[in-house]
């Protein structure tokens, strides 16, 4: 039997803390060169909108970076990375069997185990990435939250409830 919880990151790319990034590269060992680059790249940064006829002023850009922008994709993996890295060791540490897949702003949570009860339980225990995220800035959309079963059982499917209201989460009705 496989369990799995997919979940979604509200605002990911305007939620990207620049003052965090520099110290990411710091610790995963960049060349201060590179760190540097990001750190003017991404500090007292402008925008401005423009629609129509009318420019707005200029406004400053303290958080984030831009979606759509080439260096987007590579600044989001490296600030992820270590949210991933924390919450998988996490888990080893609590021997809780539980994979981890992310594409940016989203991300599956998978448990595989003969009862889905003990599955639920892993993905319950996992679910408190939400607390993670929020050291890191970043915010679950709970209301996004979702939970699929998949058995190779020959009969009537019927999974047990995941409860994820105590930690901020949904009732699922499975």
Request: aromatic share 14%; proline share 6%.
């Amino acid at each position: 039997m496989t369990s799995t919880l997919t979940f979604d990151i509200t605002q990911f790319f305007p939620s990207l803390n620049h003052q965090l990034l520099p110290l990411i590269f710091d610790k995963a060992g960049f060349d201060t060169k590179i760190t540097f680059f990001f750190h003017n790249y991404l500090v007292e940064r402008k925008t401005q909108y423009f629609w129509n006829n009318f420019s707005s002023p200029l406004f400053n850009v303290d958080i984030g970076v831009g979606q759509g922008l080439a260096l987007s994709p590579i600044l989001s993996a490296l600030y992820l990375a270590p949210v991933l890295h924390i919450l998988e060791k996490q888990l080893k540490n609590l021997k809780i069997p539980v994979s981890i897949l992310s594409s940016v702003d989203n991300g599956l949570l998978v448990a595989q185990n003969k009862l889905l009860t003990v599955s639920n339980s892993f993905l319950f225990c996992s679910y408190h990435i939400t607390s993670l995220l929020k050291k890191f800035g970043l915010i679950m959309e709970h209301r996004k939250v979702e939970v699929f079963y998949f058995s190779r059982s020959h009969g009537v499917f019927e999974p047990p409830p995941l409860d994820l209201s105590p930690l901020g989460g949904f009732h699922s009705l499975a």
